[in-house]
């Protein structure tokens, strides 16, 4: 069977992660002046599910196997290892914060303070606490020391809208994790 590219626009744009997970073929952002525009490109046996996937979530539907036309002011972005680094995905951050990609001095925040059991750990993009980067949110139930769930949030650079929400389910057996059900929105 033939890969082909099919291509899809929506007013706002979704996470990178979102379209990785949810597309099931190799996905690249294109700039488009008329909204946000994306290129997916899977074996055409997926082509329908493909389309149903991308319809639920709003996009709209273009052409298959598009080319630049200079006309459209339609460009692919190739995307540099450096570029990449800094793109603001949780995939980008070590097991306890920002790393490469990110600028130095970040300030991580856990609250409450001074407790065994923390809820909420942020990391913001300096102390003065004006733009958070990621946070990550842990809930317990009433008397027990386990979390679940466990939501992460990644901020876009504007400090506060939220470009990707992760959440964690977990199973425990006494004091075991034996289960993880991870939820990608």
């Not at 329908?48 to 692919?76: H, N, R």
């Not at 949110?137 to 769930?149: D, F, M, Q």
């Amino acid at each position: 069977m033939a890969n082909h590219v099919y291509r899809f626009r929506r007013e706002r744009p979704v996470p990178l992660v979102w379209l990785q997970s949810h597309t099931g073929g190799t996905a690249a952002i294109v700039d488009r002046a008329a909204g946000f525009v994306v290129d997916v490109q899977v074996d055409e046996t997926k082509a329908d599910d493909l389309k149903e996937a991308m319809a639920s979530a709003g996009f709209e539907y273009l052409s298959i196997d598009p080319t630049t036309d200079p006309e459209d002011d339609v460009e692919i972005n190739a995307i540099s290892p450096e570029a990449h680094a800094s793109i603001r995905q949780l995939i980008h951050f070590i097991s306890d914060g920002p790393a490469c990609g990110f600028a130095s001095g970040a300030y991580k925040e856990t609250l409450p303070t001074k407790s065994a059991f923390p809820t909420s750990i942020i990391w913001w993009e300096s102390a003065a606490k004006l733009n958070k980067i990621v946070e990550k949110t842990i809930s317990y139930a009433l008397g027990n020391t386990k979390p679940t769930p466990i939501v992460w949030q990644m901020y876009d650079t504007d400090g506060s809208t939220v470009l990707c929400t992760v959440s964690d389910a977990i199973t425990y057996d006494g004091a075991f994790e034996v289960s993880r059900t991870r939820t990608i929105t």
